[in-house]
């Protein structure tokens, strides 16, 4: 049978809004109004460099769900697996998000509590969703959320599995979520069934007591795991406009680790959604290529560098413009101002 998706993806869909430019939340009387989600950040990316890909979600039905779904469409992201909750209460979850600028931090609160996405199960979808898939992703912040989003993404993990499909899992570690002990005991449970692994070196270390340098971490999760894949960015902040991003791959059966320049001094305009934009170019590149690293690490930096550049969460990122990103990057000759 062929497989109809390349990438399928639990996770919230959500809401954000934002004071324009610089402004404060606390004294903003307009707001921006974009839509994100790790998970969604991830297909999105995906299916923009020209891979099919859905999302698996639980979303109000009523028009702020509606204009959920749109957003989800216009990023080419199938609407197959969006389940409608029409119960009163139905909400999506929202965050607001304001920038930063030096000495000043960005900073995030969330409005997510009781939303839509807690009320999924599994037994809201067919069982030919298990059959359709290369690739199912998902990430810490979705078992955060809660029991039943915890039981579907544990579930979905094992069945697809079964039928074969690459795990993937971005431990997406956020301390207003739960706390870390929560996040060791749960991530090493579901780990078993992951060959894609997204890891932090901070949260190797403060969060699973890993120890060593980000090499030994990685290679200890792939041998105590099974890991196919393990991969951790590597992000310079040297302030909240000025960022160096680039990460590691290693590969188990290879036993090799995979690493290239970080692409340095980005000029930040949005820094949210870059790691997701990562995952997804790292994803693209393994199930482009047949598993090759090389590929996946280049088409991450890039993704996840240039991710930094574009406002909201979702990157708008096509194949032609991240393959002319890294030829550029890798270009030590002349280098042109403009694309023209």
């Given at each position: 049978?062929?497989?109809?998706?390349?990438?399928?993806?639990?996770?919230?869909?959500?809401?954000?809004?934002?004071?324009?430019?610089?402004?404060?939340?606390?004294?903003?009387?307009?707001?921006?109004?974009?839509?994100?989600?790790?998970?969604?950040?991830?297909v999105s990316g995906i299916s923009l460099l020209g891979l099919r890909t859905g999302i698996i979600s639980r979303i109000p039905a009523h028009t702020v769900g509606m204009f959920a779904r749109n957003e989800v469409r216009y990023s080419k992201v199938s609407d197959d697996y969006l389940i409608y909750d029409r119960d009163p209460d139905a909400r999506l979850g929202v965050y607001y998000y304001e920038n930063g600028a030096y000495p000043r931090k960005p900073g995030v609160v969330y409005d997510r509590k009781n939303t839509s996405i807690n009320k999924i199960?599994?037994?809201?979808?067919?069982?030919?969703?298990?059959?359709n898939c290369r690739c199912f992703h998902t990430s810490g912040i979705t078992t955060a959320l809660g029991e039943n989003c915890r039981r579907t993404a544990i579930h979905m993990m094992k069945r697809f599995k079964e039928k074969g499909a690459l795990?993937?899992?971005?431990?997406?570690?956020?301390?207003?979520?739960?706390?870390?002990?929560?996040?060791?005991?749960?991530?090493?449970?579901?780990?078993?069934?992951?060959?894609?692994?997204?890891?932090?070196?901070?949260?190797?270390?403060?969060?699973?007591?890993?120890?060593?340098?980000?090499?030994?971490?990685?290679?200890?999760?792939?041998?105590?795991?099974?890991?196919?894949?393990?991969?951790?960015?590597?992000?310079?902040?040297?302030s909240p406009r000025r960022h160096t991003f680039g990460s590691i791959l290693y590969n188990k059966k290879e036993d090799r680790y995979y690493t290239d320049d970080p692409y340095e001094n980005i000029e930040v305009i949005d820094r949210i959604?870059?790691?997701?934009?990562?995952?997804?170019?790292v994803l693209y590149g393994l199930l482009c290529e047949d598993g090759s690293c090389e590929k996946a690490l280049r088409f991450g930096n890039a993704s996840g560098a240039a991710k930094n550049t574009i406002p909201g969460d979702v990157t708008s990122l096509?194949?032609?413009?991240?393959?002319?990103?890294?030829?550029?990057?890798?270009?030590?000759?002349?280098?042109?101002?403009?694309?023209?």
């Open positions: 049978m062929e497989n109809q998706f390349d990438v399928l993806a639990l996770g919230e869909i959500l809401l954000r809004l934002s004071p324009p430019g610089n402004e404060r939340i606390v004294r903003s009387s307009t707001f921006e109004k974009r839509m994100g989600g790790a998970e969604l950040n991830v199960s599994p037994e809201d979808f067919p069982d030919e969703i298990y059959e795990i993937s899992f971005d431990v997406n570690y956020r301390a207003n979520l739960w706390s870390g002990e929560e996040a060791r005991k749960c991530v090493e449970e579901l780990l078993p069934y992951v060959d894609i692994f997204f890891c932090s070196e901070d949260t190797a270390r403060l969060t699973f007591h890993k120890e060593g340098t980000v090499r030994e971490m990685m290679k200890e999760f792939a041998q105590e795991y099974d890991l196919s894949v393990v991969a951790s960015t590597q992000r310079i902040v040297h959604g870059s790691g997701d934009a990562y995952v997804s170019g096509n194949l032609k413009e991240v393959e002319n990103i890294i030829k550029e990057h890798e270009n030590q000759g002349f280098h042109t101002e403009m694309e023209r």
